[in-house]
C-alpha cells in the first residue's frame, strides 16, 4: 500500500491543526509582552500641554538672540594672543656648497640627539640628492626638536662629509643657509 494514500485524511487534519496552535501561540507571546511601554502595564498618559501662540515677530526675536549670543567672543585669561598651537614650523633650506665641490652628493636634516652628541639617522625630515653643489627647498620641522642636524654625504668617499646643526633659534627664523 502506498503511504500517501493512507494519510491524506490526518494530513488535512494535522495542517490546518498545527498552523491553528502555532498561531494561538504567537498570539499569547504577543500579548504576554505588552505593546506599551510603561513598566507598570497599565495604560500610560502622557501629559499634554497647552500650544503657544507665538507670533512670527516674537520668533524672529528669539532667534536673533540665539544669534547674536553665539558671535560675542569668548575670552581666556592668562594666554597671551602671540601664543601659538603650532606642531610645525616650516623652514627653507639653502645649501651651497659650490665652492667645495660641484659633484653630486646626499643631504639629510636629522634629529641631532644633544645628551649623546649624535645625529639620529633613523629620525630623519630630509634626505635628498644635492646636483651641482645647490639645493633649496622648504621642509616642516616638529616643533619639538630642540636641534636639528646637517649632513651632506659626498659620492666621492676622500672627500669628509660637512656635518652643521640647527639650532632652535635658527629653526625659529625660518631661514636656513649651509655654505
Known amino acids: 500500500m502506498n503511504m500517501l494514500s493512507m494519510t491524506p485524511n490526518t494530513l488535512e487534519f494535522k495542517a490546518p491543526f498545527n498552523a491553528l496552535l502555532l498561531l494561538i501561540l504567537l498570539s499569547f507571546s504577543l500579548v504576554g509582552c505588552g505593546g506599551g511601554g510603561g513598566g507598570a502595564g497599565g495604560p500610560t498618559s502622557l501629559p499634554t500641554q497647552p500650544a503657544n501662540n507665538i507670533t512670527e515677530e516674537q520668533a524672529e526675536d528669539v532667534v536673533e538672540d540665539e544669534v ?13 594672543s602671540e601664543f601659538d598651537l603650532r606642531s610645525v614650523d616650516s623652514i627653507e633650506l639653502n645649501v651651497d656648497i659650490s665652492a667645495q665641490t660641484t659633484d653630486k652628493s646626499f643631504l639629510s636634516v636629522c634629529h641631532f640627539k644633544a645628551g649623546s652628541d649624535a645625529i639620529d639617522y633613523e629620525n630623519c625630515i630630509v634626505r635628498t640628492v644635492v646636483q651641482s653643489g645647490k639645493y633649496m627647498g622648504e621642509f616642516k620641522a616638529p616643533a619639538h626638536f630642540e636641534e636639528l642636524a646637517v649632513a651632506i654625504w659626498f659620492y666621492d668617499t676622500s672627500m669628509s662629509p660637512i656635518v652643521d646643526l640647527i639650532s632652535q633659534d635658527d629653526l625659529a627664523t625660518g631661514f636656513v643657509a649651509i655654505n
Open 68 to 80: 547674536i549670543q553665539e558671535e560675542s567672543p569668548v575670552s581666556t585669561p592668562g594666554i597671551a
